[in-house]
Every structure is written in structure tokens, then in C-alpha cells.
């Protein structure tokens, strides 16, 4: 398997994990018994680690797609190389710091990761255009 199918795998699994964070965090907000019933009244409100993971899940959603297709095209097409294999690994690595970068709060640098992430994308699609 490519390099960078082997990437959209672990991004496969990183989208897991970008499930389970926020579901934990909430877990810990709401009490298991919430969690475990038909949640039909609002719980406690989310609080601010949960939100910041749920909307780099959301993030990640945005683009993934979008990756597992170029990836998928590059293989299919036979276009892998160089601007794949570097687009790849910036997307996923890219993809992989942002968490923490939400979850933490922290401003400019989680805007970088994701430009790092987002050029990634460009770089397979320069591929696969060129």
C-alpha cells in the first residue's frame, strides 16, 4: 500500500478518535445516566474543552472528504509522487496538531495548522491536475 493510502488510514482512525473526544468530554459533563437515555431534555451546557473538540470534529468533516478523494484519485489515476506523498503527510500531520491547537485554545498557531493542513489538499490536487 502507498504512503499515502496508508495516511487516509490513519486519518480514518483520527476521525475516530475526533468522535470519542468530544463524546468523553461531554460524558464527563452530563453524568452517564444522561448519557445512556433517550436525552430528550437539555442537558448541562457544554463546556468550553467539549465545544472546542466538537468544532474541530466538525472541521475535520469539512475536509476529509475532500482528502480521501484526491487520495483515492492520485492512487486510481496512477498520479502518485512527490506532490501527493508531501501533500499528504502535511495534511495529515496538519490534521493531527489541530487537535490539541483547539482543544487548548490556542489562537495564530491552530490558523497555521490548519493553512499546513489546508495546503496539503492543494499540493494532491496540483497532482492531480498537473
Known amino acids: ?3 499515502e493510502l496508508t495516511l487516509a488510514v490513519w ?7 475526533q468522535i470519542l473526544l468530544p463524546a468523553m468530554f461531554r460524558n464527563r459533563e452530563t453524568g452517564l445516566d ?8 437539555a ?5 468550553v474543552i467539549t465545544a472546542r473538540l466538537q468544532r474541530a470534529q466538525r472541521n475535520l468533516y469539512e475536509t476529509l472528504p475532500l482528502f480521501l478523494a484526491a487520495i483515492l484519485i492520485a ?3 496512477g498520479r502518485l509522487g512527490t506532490l501527493t506523498y508531501a501533500g499528504a503527510w502535511l495534511y495529515t500531520a496538519g490534521r493531527v496538531l489541530y487537535i490539541p491547537a483547539y482543544a487548548f485554545g ?3 498557531i491552530r490558523s497555521l495548522i490548519w493553512a499546513v493542513s489546508t495546503a496539503g489538499l492543494v499540493l494532491i490536487l496540483l497532482a492531480l491536475l498537473g
Open 106 to 108: 490556542i489562537p495564530y
Open 11 to 17: 486519518m480514518l482512525v483520527v476521525a475516530i478518535i
Open 1 to 3: 500500500m502507498s504512503t
Open 75 to 77: 492512487h486510481v489515476s
Open 43 to 47: 442537558g448541562p451546557p457544554v463546556g
Open 34 to 41: 444522561y448519557n445512556a437515555g433517550p436525552r430528550d431534555e
